[in-house]
């Protein structure tokens, strides 16, 4: 089958890629493992969505707005702003695709690609119906770990320099029938008493320094981002499962903590676990442009920025105990530029997801959801473009970029 955009992976980066390219009139296909879209926000249970403004000004906006109204308007947004339901978020996403005239192509796992003097010419897939290829003359990746990128050999980075270790994965659970979970403050100063208490005397081994919790959408429901497993890769099979039974093992003890030790947990019950350990961190995909942090901490602009974020140097310590933050300059936010997304070597593909072109401390900050979504947007942008004008995405001119982006509505930068 031949498309003129095909994009690997229906999460936070490639639901926008896609919805991005085909409204710009390419022929697009979307190729996911699982049989609904959204990535981590659902598959792996990650909430909330971090903060996206700089005081009034949404730093993401466009396709990402309009999936936070579709939240809103069936009842999935809490009245945070930020907290929202898994499942009707599936269904905001289908509605995007559908209405954008995406071929979707759920249960199509990423196995390979052939590539031909640095341009990809097909990728493979297996499912159900057996192994297939999708050619198109603009891929994006979108897997999140860039098993795209890596396997048409693109230059990747791992983990932080000194070890190659990556952040630790953690698998996010609710606990339901709790009395007093509408009171989250007092709720977080018990918790984290009891859990301290726990580790202090060695009955707990969790690295995490602290509890983080959430609310849901339900008064009597807590979403927990308390599991941390460190020292293991999620590029390997065995390690990567082995991280999953740790997280399960982590998660149910701490439930069977709170509900013997904390007030209205008596009753209280593990409602779920996500169905994947989430993973922060992985490949890095090498391209024209690497952000580093002192992008991020002197809140850098760029003639070619196609994102933009304020989200802080967020590095839970990869082998142990401790969560280094570093901030962006209050009221300001830093870009990330056009460059960033186009991987060395490669010339029709483009990265939308949190692999791309960046130091292990700039990864920290752009890798939440909100950020990935503007990339996703992006690069879905620059495919069609690059389709239409029958040139390498490189060769685009970024001024046209941005001038698609804020036609759409997408914050597009200070500069340019």
């Known amino acids: 089958m031949k498309f003129d955009v095909a994009i690997a992976g229906g999460g936070t980066g490639g639901v926008p890629a896609a919805v991005a390219a085909a409204r710009s009139g390419a022929r697009t296909v979307l190729l996911e493992r699982y049989g609904f879209l959204g990535g981590m926000a659902t ?27 579709g939240l809103r308007s069936m009842g999935g947004l809490h009245e945070n702003g930020h907290t929202f339901d898994e499942e009707i978020l599936k269904l905001v996403l289908d509605r995007l695709v559908c209405e954008a005239g995406v071929t979707v192509l ?48 693109a230059e990747i980075q791992v983990g932080r320099n000194e070890d190659g270790l990556c952040q630790p994965m953690t698998l996010c659970f609710r606990v339901a029938g709790i009395k007093a979970a509408k009171d989250l403050a007092h709720v977080q100063r018990t918790l984290n008493a009891i859990y301290l208490a726990a580790k202090a005397d060695g009955r707990l081994k969790n690295p995490r320094e602290n509890i983080l919790l959430f609310p849901t959408m339900r008064p009597d429901v807590l979403h927990f981002n308390t599991t941390r497993v460190t020292g293991l890769s999620p590029l390997s099979a065995g390690e990567l499962s082995e991280a999953e039974f740790e997280g399960r093992r982590q998660a149910w003890q701490l439930v069977e903590l709170f509900c ?104 920290a900050s752009l890798r939440v959801m909100p950020v990935v979504s503007g990339i996703g947007q992006a690069a879905g942008t620059a495919a069609a473009i690059a389709c239409r004008q029958k040139v390498a995405p490189a060769d685009i001119d970024p001024a046209e970029l941005k001038d698609a982006l804020s036609a759409a509505g997408a914050f597009v930068g200070a500069e340019g």
Not at 45 to 56: I, R, S, T
Not at 277 to 304: P, T, W
Not at 321 to 335: A, C, I, Q, R, S
Request: proline share 4%; net charge negative.
């Open 260 to 363: 013997a030790e904390a007030p209205g947990f008596e009753e209280a019950w593990l409602e779920k676990s996500a169905m994947l350990i989430g993973v922060r961190e992985s490949r890095r995909v090498m391209g024209a442009y690497l952000l580093e942090a002192d992008d991020i901490l002197s809140a850098r602009k760029f003639a070619d920025a196609v994102a933009a974020s304020r989200y802080p140097i967020d590095i839970h310590n990869p082998s142990g105990e401790g969560t280094v933050l570093k901030g962006v300059p209050e009221g300001d936010w830093y870009e990330i530029p056009y460059r960033c997304i186009l991987p060395l070597g490669i010339g029709n593909l483009l990265m939308a997801s949190r692999a791309i072109s960046a130091t292990h401390e700039a990864h």
């Open 106 to 153: 759920f249960h199509s796992t990423f196995v390979g690609c052939r590539c031909s003097e640095g341009i990809i010419e097909s990728a493979s897939f297996v499912s159900k119906g057996g192994p297939f290829d999708v050619e198109a003359d603009c891929f994006v990746d979108a897997t999140g770990d860039a098993d795209l990128a890596t396997t048409a050999g």
């Open 43 to 69: 598959a792996g249970l990650v909430n909330p969505y971090m903060g996206w403004h700089a005081g009034e000004k949404a730093l993401t906006a466009g396709i990402f707005a309009e999936i936070i109204d």
